[in-house]
C-alpha cells in the first residue's frame, strides 16, 4: 500500500522560507515521477514542482527561481524548499507519485497547510 506523509508547513510572512518533506512507503516502480501540487481556497488543484526517477524537474512558472524540488532516494523522501514565499503562495500542499509526469493515476498524500502573510 502507497503512502504519501507530508510535513513541514506553517505560517510565515512575506519573503520567507519553508521546507515540505513528503516521506513515501510501499512504492514498488523503480520508474517514476514525484511531485508537489497545491490548492488554494476556491480554486482548482494546480502542479508547482516535480521531479523523477532520473532527477529531471519541472516547475511552474510561478515558482521558477523561489522553489526547489529535490528527493532523497536512500530516504524515500521527497522535499520542497521555498524561498521568497508570497501571499499568493497560501495553500494546501499536497504530495503525489505516479509511474510518469503524465500524472493518470496518482497516490496523493493527506497535504499541509502553508500560509504566507504580509
Known amino acids: 500500500q502507497v503512502q504519501l506523509v507530508e510535513s513541514g508547513g506553517g505560517s510565515v510572512q512575506a519573503g520567507g522560507s519553508l521546507r515540505l518533506s513528503c516521506a513515501a512507503t510501499?512504492?514498488?516502480?523503480?520508474?517514476?515521477?514525484m511531485g508537489w501540487f497545491r490548492q488554494a481556497p476556491g480554486k482548482e488543484r494546480e502542479g508547482v514542482a516535480a521531479?523523477?526517477?532520473?532527477?529531471?524537474?519541472s516547475y511552474a512558472d510561478s515558482v521558477k527561481g523561489r522553489f526547489t524540488i529535490s528527493q532523497d532516494k536512500a530516504k524515500n523522501t521527497l522535499y520542497l524548499r521555498m524561498n521568497s514565499l508570497k501571499p499568493e503562495d497560501t495553500a494546501m500542499y499536497y504530495c503525489?507519485?505516479?509511474?510518469?509526469?503524465?500524472?493518470?493515476?496518482?497516490?496523493w498524500g493527506q497535504g499541509t497547510q502553508v500560509t504566507v502573510s504580509l
Open positions: 510501499g512504492y514498488l516502480f523503480s520508474s517514476y515521477c
Open positions: 521531479i523523477d526517477s532520473d532527477g529531471s524537474t
Open positions: 503525489a507519485i505516479d509511474r510518469d509526469c503524465r500524472w493518470y493515476e496518482p497516490y
